[in-house]
């Protein structure tokens, strides 16, 4: 990576994440589980279920453990506002 910007090496594949992936939506910062391909997007869902959204595959990548850690606290977060925490 380089300023920000991800650089892929000359002939490299992109990623095609498969049914069940967990990945990371760098276009919008979430972390969701592919659970289908439509078209050229990937429907994508939250890890604790909700609404499903839209993804371009070239804004994925596999979520790494700290995307992980940054979702549930991005929830716990949430929860703790509106008074549910659990």
Known sequence: MSDGIAIEPAGAQPYVPAKGDVVHDGAIAKVGRVMDHMG????????????????????????????????????????SRRGTGK
């Open 40 to 79: 050229t997007r990937v429907q994508l869902r939250p890890l604790k279920g909700g609404r499903e959204w839209d993804a371009y595959p070239e804004n994925l990548r596999p979520a790494v453990q700290s995307d992980l850690l940054r979702a549930a606290v991005a929830e716990a977060n949430s929860l």
